[in-house]
């Protein structure tokens, strides 16, 4: 499984995708490699857990758990295997020769899950994802194409994705050059940009038309936070400063979450959401069962 919010997001938190969407063969083979050596050298018999990072083609390993997750179940209905029901015959001391062609398996669809968090039942919590563990559930999308598979998720998530309307863009200085192409898109699809004056001067420079609106801090109305109450955002893409400008987006974030506006607070969620809104605007996607995908239909 692939995380799409990078390294820094706890794990149970990130969406993830199954098979990975941006690794490349020859890195799936060293990870399943380094895994099977990890297991075989700490003696494991059952379910293994094992966390990797890559950074410029090297990879690290994070922590190996000689357990199950909670991903298991998700995992299972993504590859057609009870993998929980399998480890206990393993650990029970049946074969596991049966079973071990799952690792040949070339999967069709891609599977994509999604955490659900309860920051709506919690007024005093900040939306930002960091090491600790905030999701209370999570949820699963299937499909033969990754942006669509990502749209499903983010349904049964409860963020339902918008084909038209306003997206307020806020990113912090790091993000700005990177958002460009992003906010492209956006406008090419027909969306209206809005942004603070930071944000939204580098935009105009790049040739996008942009609806600055007030900071909460300037004391000027209507701010950002009037236009989201009223129901004029759609979409938020918010990657949050350190320190003061972080306080100061606290209450975006909190706006979002108690006006059920999709919002999005990693570069890496920002572009994934953006290509399920395209798949979006050409069709709606289908619906299989798992039976189905498993059986080639």
């Known amino acids: 499984m692939e995380h799409i919010e990078k390294a820094g997001v706890h794990s149970g938190d990130a969406a993830c995708a199954l ?9 799936v083979q060293a990870l399943c490699a380094q895994t099977r050596s990890l297991a075989r050298a700490l003696g494991v018999v059952g379910l293994i857990n094992v966390q990797f990072a890559i950074r410029q083609d090297t990879i690290y390993v994070l922590e190996v758990n000689p357990r199950a997750s909670r991903t298991v179940p998700f995992v299972s209905k993504a590859i057609g295997l009870a993998l929980a029901k399998v480890a206990t015959r393993v650990m029970l001391g049946h074969p596991l020769a049966p079973y071990a062609a799952v690792e040949d398996r070339e999967l069709a669809h891609i599977a994509v899950k999604e955490s659900v968090f309860p920051f709506v039942k919690f007024p005093g919590v900040d939306a930002v994802l960091g090491p600790e563990m905030k999701s209370t559930g999570e949820v699963m999308g299937i499909d033969r194409d990754f942006r669509k ?17 306003k997206v307020f863009i806020s990113v912090k200085n790091r993000d700005k050059r990177v958002v460009l192409p992003l906010a492209k898109r956006l406008a090419e699809m027909g969306f209206t940009l809005v942004a603070t004056a930071g944000t939204g001067r580098v935009l105009e420079r790049h040739g996008m038309a942009v609806e600055l609106v007030h900071k909460v801090a300037e004391g ?8 989201m109450k009223r129901g004029d955002i759609a979409l938020v893409f918010n990657t ?4 003061r400008a972080r306080r100061d987006s606290y209450m975006i974030r909190r706006t979002a979450v108690t006006q059920n506006i999709p919002y999005y607070l990693t570069v890496d969620g920002a572009q994934t959401a953006i290509g399920a809104i395209e798949a979006l605007l050409k069709g709606e996607p289908g619906v299989l069962s798992l039976q189905e995908y498993h059986g080639g239909a």
């Open 19 to 27: 098979p990975p969407y941006s690794l490349g063969d020859d890195q």
């Open 149 to 165: 598979a990502y749209l499903k998720s983010q349904v049964a998530a409860g963020s339902v994705l918008p084909a038209s309307g």
């Open 220 to 227: 000027y109305r209507p701010n950002v936070l009037d236009l």
């Open 240 to 243: 949050p400063e350190d320190g």
